[in-house]
């Protein structure tokens, strides 16, 4: 099955300083990588996704850039504000995997 | 649209008591799943299901029971709680394995 790993577990930056979360992944087949943001005490849910078929995507100040031939992918926030702070998780799926797999996630936080 | 509707939001229990968590979504999504998430460890499937009457074990199943009689219901039980399961429990449901997965406000429960 796939396996996602996520690194760091924590980061910490001041505000309008830029933020990588970089996430590898172990299933060539894998092709959707969603990028999910939990602040605290809420849900999870999906600030951005790329597809196997394109090596970066942009919304505003967030972007993702995929690297299949490495099997890693990132999340770059740019600006950095402290409403930012909050859980991130990145996963990996594929046509074969019912359930996309979840990396541990990072706890970034943005210094006023 | 109310999304995926997760009751209760708290439950205390006692071990050895059963309690069943419900979780209901009105997208018409055929994938629906349960997580837990536990400080540090992520968000861990216990079981998930592509469809009414199709459900199967993810990482965590032990001390679970899952079913799905219908698209929209996919409930989840404890057999007989025990303290290990305390946590916060997610559900969730999505179009594909390969669309993003919309969350529910979560259940935090407690066993004593």
């Known amino acids: 099955g796939e396996n996602v790993e996520q690194h760091p577990s924590t980061l910490s930056v001041q505000e309008g300083d830029s933020a990588v979360i970089k996430c590898t992944y172990s299933?060539?087949?894998?092709?959707?990588f969603p990028w999910y943001k939990q602040e605290l005490g809420k849900r999870p849910q999906l600030i951005i996704d790329i597809r196997s078929n394109v090596g970066e995507k942009k919304d505003q100040r967030i972007a993702v850039t995929l690297n299949k031939t490495a099997k890693h992918f990132s999340l770059h926030i740019t600006e950095t504000q402290p409403e930012d702070s909050a859980v991130y998780f990145c996963a990996g799926s594929s046509g074969g995997s019912y359930i996309p797999t979840f990396g541990r996630g990072t706890s970034l936080i943005v210094h006023p | 649209n109310a999304g995926v509707t997760q009751t209760p939001k708290f439950q205390v229990l006692k071990t050895g008591q059963s309690m069943t968590l419900q979780c209901a979504q009105d997208m018409n999504h055929e994938y629906m799943s349960w997580y837990r998430q536990d400080p540090g460890m992520g968000l861990r499937l216990i079981h998930y299901?592509?469809?009414?009457?199709?459900?199967d074990q993810g990482e965590v199943p032990n001390g679970y029971n899952v079913s799905r009689s219908t698209t929209e219901d996919f409930p989840l039980r404890l057999l007989s709680a025990a303290p290990s399961q305390t946590s916060v429990y997610f559900c969730?449901?999505?179009?594909?394995?390969?669309?993003?997965?919309?969350f529910g406000d979560g259940t935090r429960l407690s066993i004593l």
């Open positions: 969730a449901s999505s179009y594909s394995q390969t669309q993003p997965q919309h």
């Open positions: 299901s592509v469809g009414a009457g199709i459900t």
């Open positions: 299933d060539s087949a894998s092709n959707y």
